[in-house]
């Protein structure tokens, strides 16, 4: 019953991020910043997509890296793919640090 799971909210991201995305049979690693559980993963695991997620009160995931925590305040020891922050840009504070951040967490590939 999220309203961010309504598809008046996914499709034109998923339109999007179809657009970009290449569809290599190489597993992709991503990070979504700002979500809580699985069920919003589902969109990117059947792309074969490696995936993690942060966020504060994040619950436990046998199939997506979830990570209770702040994202300025976690730091990673891989590189990603994609980052997404689809339902978390008003709690964003300092945007020219969070965009650094991710630019430094970004695979150059």
């Known amino acids: 019953n999220l309203e961010s799971m309504n598809d008046k909210y ?4 998923h339109n999007t991020f179809n657009y970009v995305f290449n569809g ?3 597993i992709k690693k991503l990070l979504e910043i700002g979500c809580s559980d699985e069920e919003q993963f589902s969109f990117f695991l059947e792309k074969n997509i490696s995936c993690a997620g942060i966020s504060p ?3 436990n995931s046998d199939k997506v890296t979830m990570i209770d925590g702040f994202y300025e305040e ?3 020891d891989c590189k990603f793919d994609y980052i997404v922050s689809r339902f978390n840009l008003e709690h964003i504070i ?7 951040k ?8």
């Open 94 to 100: 300092d945007p020219d640090r969070f965009l650094s």
């Open 10 to 13: 996914r499709t034109p991201f």
């Open 24 to 26: 290599t049979e190489t």
């Open 74 to 76: 976690k730091r990673f």
């Open 57 to 59: 009160g994040a619950t």
């Open 102 to 109: 991710i630019r430094t967490e970004m695979s150059q590939d």
